[in-house]
């Protein structure tokens, strides 16, 4: 199974701030790479994928971006909403495998 | 809106088959795919396994032997059976809709918590 670390794990931010969240693959994923947010006790919901399209309806302040094993999500301006847990997804081979989560915590 | 709704035991003793159902609220489940996934409790998240209307499934290997998938297009709904149970399956359940080559998952389901335990 690929593998997928996501750095940092947790990260504390502001209102406005710009956060980037890194998720490396084992192996080179061909940009078969979404990113969900979860917050609790909801389902997750998917932001992008392919690398970086955004799934509609999702602000224009998330974005991706990444090629090969490493992969970045990007929130420009940081809102009260965004506050929850990010995880990357490969689905370059089956099975596919999610990261281990980050979370973005008010500070 | 597509809507997904998970319903079936949230109990289920160890050694016993655990068995949930997904109600799509569409009269598309004729098309897209249609997949499984488990959260333990503060846990990350696995992909179980996922079926295609026309009947043709594709399971993560570490679960294929335990795991069936199964579509009722009639009426609207596709389920889970996890055969020989133990604590280690204790997590979130979710069923979700897949498009593209099924694994980009845009409308889940509200998640439903089984519990092994005796």
């Known amino acids: 199974d690929i593998q997928m670390t996501q750095s940092p794990s947790s990260l504390s931010a502001s209102v406005g701030d710009r956060v980037t969240i890194t998720c490396r693959a084992s192996q080179a994923i061909s940009n078969s790479l979404a990113w969900y947010q979860q917050k609790a006790g909801k389902a997750p919901k998917l932001l992008l994928y392919?690398?970086?399209r955004l799934e509609s309806g999702v602000p224009s302040r998330f974005s991706g971006s990444g090629s090969g094993t490493d992969y970045t999500l990007t929130i420009s301006s940081l809102q009260p909403e965004d506050f929850a847990t990010y995880f990357c997804?490969?689905?370059?081979?089956?099975?596919?495998?999610f990261g281990q989560g980050t979370t973005v915590e008010i500070k | 809106q597509v809507q997904l709704q998970e319903s079936g035991p949230g109990l289920v003793k160890p050694s016993e088959t655990l068995s949930l159902t997904c109600t799509v609220s569409?009269?598309?489940?004729?098309?897209?795919?249609w997949s499984w996934i488990r959260q333990p409790p503060g846990k990350g998240l696995e992909w179980i396994g996922y079926?295609?209307?026309?009947?043709?499934?594709?399971?993560n290997p570490s679960l294929k032997s335990r795991v069936t998938i199964s579509v009722d297009t009639s009426n609207n709904q596709f389920s889970l059976r996890l055969t020989s149970v133990t604590a280690a399956d204790t997590a979130v359940y979710y069923c979700?809709?897949?498009f593209g080559d099924g694994y980009n998952f845009d409308y889940w389901g509200q998640g439903t918590l089984v519990t092994v335990s005796s």
């Open positions: 569409t009269d598309l489940i004729d098309s897209y795919y």
């Open positions: 979700a809709r897949g």
């Open positions: 079926i295609y209307y026309s009947g043709s499934t594709t399971y």
């Open positions: 392919a690398a970086s």
């Open positions: 997804h490969h689905y370059y081979s089956t099975p596919p495998t």
